[in-house]
């Protein structure tokens, strides 16, 4: 069974710095497309980022001077680099992938990693 497994949420003041992974249990070539989500309390899941196998990023507006997403073949994990967090940014980040070859027409989630930003 494929999974998605996230780490490197945890607590970060306002103006901080805080970069979550993303490791599949399969090789992470086995996806098109991935991404990143967010789902603060109350509020609708919305997409942060997605990346393509060839690298090309795209971003919410609000948050594509802040935030990076990077994929890393060699260690078969994505990232999503967070600079100048702000107390809204407070949510359960969640890996999302769209499977290619054997995995096509598929999409997976991980559970999330909260992310919470406060003084």
């Known amino acids: 069974q494929v999974q998605l497994v996230e780490s490197g949420g945890g607590l970060v003041q306002p103006g901080g710095s805080l970069r979550v992974s993303c490791a599949p249990s399969?090789?992470?070539?086995?996806?098109?497309?991935m991404g990143w989500y967010r789902q603060a309390p109350g509020k609708e899941r919305e997409l942060v980022a997605t990346?393509?196998?060839?690298?090309?990023?795209n971003y919410v507006d609000s948050m594509k001077d802040r935030f990076t997403i990077s994929r890393d073949i060699a260690k078969n994990t994505m990232y999503l680099q967070m600079d100048g967090l702000k107390p809204e940014d407070t949510a359960v980040y969640l890996c999302?992938?769209?499977?290619?070859?054997?995995?096509?027409?598929?999409?997976?989630w991980g559970r999330g990693t909260q992310v919470t930003v406060s003084s």
């Open positions: 999302n992938a769209h499977g290619t070859g054997r995995l096509r027409g598929r999409e997976y």
């Open positions: 990346i393509t196998p060839g690298g090309f990023a």
């Open positions: 399969v090789r992470i070539s086995s996806f098109h497309v």
